[in-house]
């Protein structure tokens, strides 16, 4: 029989296939198009070694002439690649320099002295003079390959001297002299054979170790050795600016970098390791050298360089006037003074160093004040984390201070300093925020340094370029706005708002303050009771900025009161854990809490603060409750019925707010809340189950109201379903059909009566918990049954349920029916299977596994098809 397809599905594929034809019919009219240009003649007009229509254009004889595809036909190419002459010339200078090393190191002792001098001075001679010759006849590739043999070959001269005419000097001391010797040599040539791309790259990196090798050799001190590796960086910085030739400026900028590292690694060392200020001193002045290096380099390079040269004189300027204090404070203190140097570089904004540079500065400072906070980040995750390990001994008794209270076993005398940074952080932010105008009126110069046409290489003096359409400077946002950076409504494209910035420095102020004080408590080890009471006034403090903060978002704001939101539940959270150490302050502080909270989402203004603020309330009612079961002396699942209180206490505020925005985060507070219960229940079977009646009966009231009904509602009849078994389980109650079948027949009667009064309605509303009450019950105990009667019988009822279902077309009956069928079938067929299966081969069950896969791939859409009239089917029963 031939399988006709819904007219949808006919339609998309005809859609389809007639995409395809308009597709293939494009393909070959292109074919045919340059088909006809091809056997066309060639336009007389055309100039000679000209030809147009070989890359696609038409010839200039015939205008009207189809252009050929791209790429059809190719030019010619005149010459051999280059490529392959690249790698014949590679290889043969490379078996030359293999034959000149092993005439080095193996023949050399079989010649006299005339023959050595004789061979070397022939030898090196030709390989240097060799490539003037080929560059006068335009070889210049083979020119570039004997240049890279001479310079293997000075090489080899220099250890072949050693080894023969100065066997006794000092390594490092003739290497230093050597490599000054060649590089100054091999300067001289390139600057002689310009067109020579090898030569100046290679003195630039004999040029590296003259100097260092010359300190190393004479045994200076670790600070000459600085100086040394210094210098050598100073002169790549003068090399990468003004130096000839690319390759000899990257190689210098790249020399460059790696030495000037290792003697800013070598200033910081000495600094930091000095044993009082006057030791500290010398390593202070190579490190400022190097910062004075950087930033002459910085006022001459392109922006990404210039800004980067600014990072490194930063930093150096700090290691080096923060290193001379810190030597003569104690070990806790001493990132006080990196901290005020990196602080004191702020006043680059009003020096006349180019944008970049100074901004690279300022990058340079707010990384000494970063890498400061992150090492205040682990006392205060000691202090904020620290009472979890109250959890399992709580109410022991209080302790004598602070730190016993944490259990943490950190060098808080090594951490002293911390609460001091982060305090400082938050005043500098906190003023910033404060006042924002006052902030940008001292930064504005920096700014304009800064902006596009003022970096380096700008004329000095010379005025900011003009916004695009405008007459003013780009950070002014035109002739009609404010600058950007005040807020202005014409701010720069890609720039953050002003709003934005100084919401930030609150918010940051508001975290790093409140952290501040409670890192100081930490550090100082004030008494339990001050510690539990500080937490709590500062989430008291917290909470009175996000509810009383100022109004407006232009200001930035709306970051600090969202901050404030944020922090003061995870304040809240440390203060609670904090008081579990004794009974007393568990009660005062999660009263005082849950007090603060209400309060606050009583006074605040928005959806979301009162829904937070709502909701901790809510939770720290909760744990009240529970603190009274254990008060009382209650096991936990005595206590659970307690619990209960305040979900009953949401059940009712929810029907007082309504359609409040506060309802709903209030009601699954209170739901989670009833699923805590619901947990501390289960050890013990009878309270389990009259914990979820209460459950149902707080569901039922929620479902009185309209807009909970849906899930109320069938959430409450759920429960007590729930409830009635759990009860029968725990009275080892065998029969369950004797308690559930009153209950069905009855309830069926009702479905039946209410299908007839209203056809339209749900057979699941209708027959779906009276059914549900006896099979799930039943299909519970026969899988535990060992007897057959009980799983004959269940099987028996669910057919006629699941016939009776297909017949009359009720989902209900047909998928309780067919689901407890299946079930109560794969449990009784589950042995036999379980035998099968052990006797077959073990090859044989991914086989016919992979059988079935295959079969299902091969036929997707037919099932899919299936699939989806067995879904509609479904979806037209009632």
Not at 302 to 324: D, H, I, N, S
Not at 630 to 640: D, I, N, T, V, Y
């Amino acid at each position: 029989m031939e399988h006709v397809l819904p007219p949808a599905e006919e339609l998309a594929r005809l859609d389809r296939e007639l995409a395809e034809l308009d597709a293939r019919r494009a393909q070959l009219l292109t074919r045919r198009a340059w088909l006809l240009a091809a056997l066309r003649p060639p336009a007389p007009s055309a100039a000679p070694g000209w030809n147009p229509s070989a890359w696609g254009a038409p010839g200039t004889g015939r205008p009207d002439a189809p252009a050929r595809p791209w790429g059809l036909v190719p030019p010619k190419s005149p010459s051999a690649p280059r490529g392959a002459q690249n790698v014949l010339l590679t290889l043969g200078g490379l078996l030359l320099t293999i034959a000149a090393i092993a005439f080095t190191l193996v023949s050399w002792g079989s010649m006299g002295i005339g023959g050595r001098s004789a061979v070397l001075a022939l030898v090196t001679a030709g390989a240097l003079a060799a490539p003037a010759v080929l560059l006068k006849r335009g070889l210049t590739a083979t020119a570039e390959a004997l240049t890279a043999l001479a310079l293997v070959l000075t090489l080899l001269d220099a250890y072949a001297v050693h080894a023969v005419a100065a066997p006794d000097t000092d390594g490092l001391g003739f290497t230093a002299v050597a490599a000054a010797v060649l590089a100054a040599l091999w300067t001289g040539y390139g600057l002689a054979l310009g067109r020579l791309h090898l030569p100046l790259p290679a003195a630039v990196v004999l040029g590296q170790w003259p100097l260092l090798f010359g300190a190393w050799a004479a045994g200076a001190p670790a600070s000459v050795v600085g100086w040394a590796l210094l210098a050598t960086a100073v002169l790549d910085g003068a090399i990468a600016l003004w130096g000839r030739g690319t390759g000899a400026r990257v190689t210098a900028c790249v020399g460059g970098s790696v030495m000037g590292a290792s003697a800013l690694l070598v200033g910081l060392t000495q600094s930091v390791t000095a044993s009082g200020p006057l030791g500290a001193l010398a390593p202070g002045a190579l490190l400022l050298t190097a910062a004075a290096a950087a930033l002459a380099g910085a006022w001459r390079a392109p922006r990404g360089v210039a800004r980067a040269g600014g990072v490194v004189a930063g930093l150096a300027v700090v290691a080096a006037v923060g290193g001379v204090p810190a030597a003569a404070l104690p070990e806790g203190w001493r990132v006080l003074a990196y901290i005020s140097a990196a602080l004191a570089l702020t006043a680059v904004v009003r020096t006349g160093l180019p944008g970049n540079a100074a901004l690279g500065v300022l990058v340079a400072s707010a990384a000494v004040v970063a890498g400061a906070l992150v090492g205040a980040l682990p006392g205060l995750a000691a202090v904020l984390l620290g009472p979890v390990t109250l959890l399992p001994d709580a109410w022991a008794g209080p302790e004598e201070g602070f730190r016993a209270a944490l259990g943490s076993t950190l060098p808080w005398r090594e951490l002293r300093a911390a609460p001091v940074v982060l305090a400082v952080t938050a005043a500098l932010l906190g003023s910033a925020y404060r006042w924002w105008p006052s902030w940008v009126r001292i930064a504005e110069p920096l700014i304009a340094r800064e902006a596009p046409g003022s970096g380096a290489g700008a004329a000095a003096g010379a005025p900011a370029a003009a916004a695009p359409g405008t007459g003013a400077p780009w950070y002014a946002g035109g002739p009609a706005g404010a600058p950007w950076y005040t807020g202005g409504a014409s701010a720069a494209r890609g720039r953050p708002s002003a709003a934005a910035l100084r919401g930030a420095a609150g918010a940051a102020a508001t975290v790093l303050g409140w952290g501040a004080l409670l890192l100081a408590g930490a550090v100082l080890d004030v008494p339990y009771a001050v510690a539990v009471g500080g937490e709590t006034v500062l989430v008291a403090g917290l909470l009175a900025l996000a509810v009383h903060g100022t109004d407006g978002g232009r200001d930035g704001s709306a970051a600090v009161r969202g901050t404030a939101l944020v922090v003061a539940p995870a304040g809240a959270v440390s203060a609670g854990l904090l008081s579990l150490a004794s009974e007393r302050a568990s009660y005062a502080v999660f009263g005082a809490l849950a007090a603060l909270f209400a309060g606050a989402a009583v006074r605040a203004r928005g959806g979301v603060p009162r829904a937070v603020f709502a909701v901790a309330a809510t939770a720290g009612c909760t744990v009240l409750t529970g603190f009274a079961g254990r008060s009382l002396g209650l096991a936990p699942h005595e206590a659970a019925p307690l619990v209960l209180l305040v979900p009953a206490l949401t059940v009712l505020l929810g029907a007082g707010l309504r359609r409040d925005p506060v309802a709903a985060p209030v009601e699954l507070t209170g739901a989670l809340g009833a699923l805590v219960a619901v947990g501390l229940a289960v050890p013990d079977a009878p309270f389990l189950a009259l914990v979820l009646a209460l459950c149902g009966v707080l569901a039922a009231g929620a479902a009185v109201r309209p807009e909970r009904r849906p899930v109320a509602g069938h959430l409450a009849a759920g429960l007590f379903v729930l409830a009635t078994w759990v009860r029968l389980g725990a009275s080892e109650v065998s029969f369950p059909e004797a308690y559930t079948l009153p209950v069905t027949v009855p309830a069926l009667v009702v479905g039946f009566l209410r299908r007839r009064k209203d056809p339209e309605a749900s057979s699941w509303t209708a027959y779906g918990p009276g059914l549900a009450v006896t099979l799930l019950p039943s299909l519970a105990v026969a899988w535990t049954d060992p007897d057959w009667r009980r799983p004959l019988l269940l099987g028996v009822a669910a057919l006629v349920i699941t016939l009776l279902g297909a017949r009359h077309r009720l989902q209900a009956l047909l998928l309780l029916g067919g689901a407890v069928l299946a079930l109560d079938g794969l449990h009784e067929l589950a042995p036999y299977v379980v035998q099968v299966t052990g006797a077959l081969p073990r090859w044989l069950p991914p086989a016919l596994a992979g059988l079935l896969l295959l079969v299902v791939g091969a036929t997707y859409e037919q099932r899919l098809r299936d699939a989806r009239r067995l879904k509609d089917a479904l979806g037209r029963m009632r």
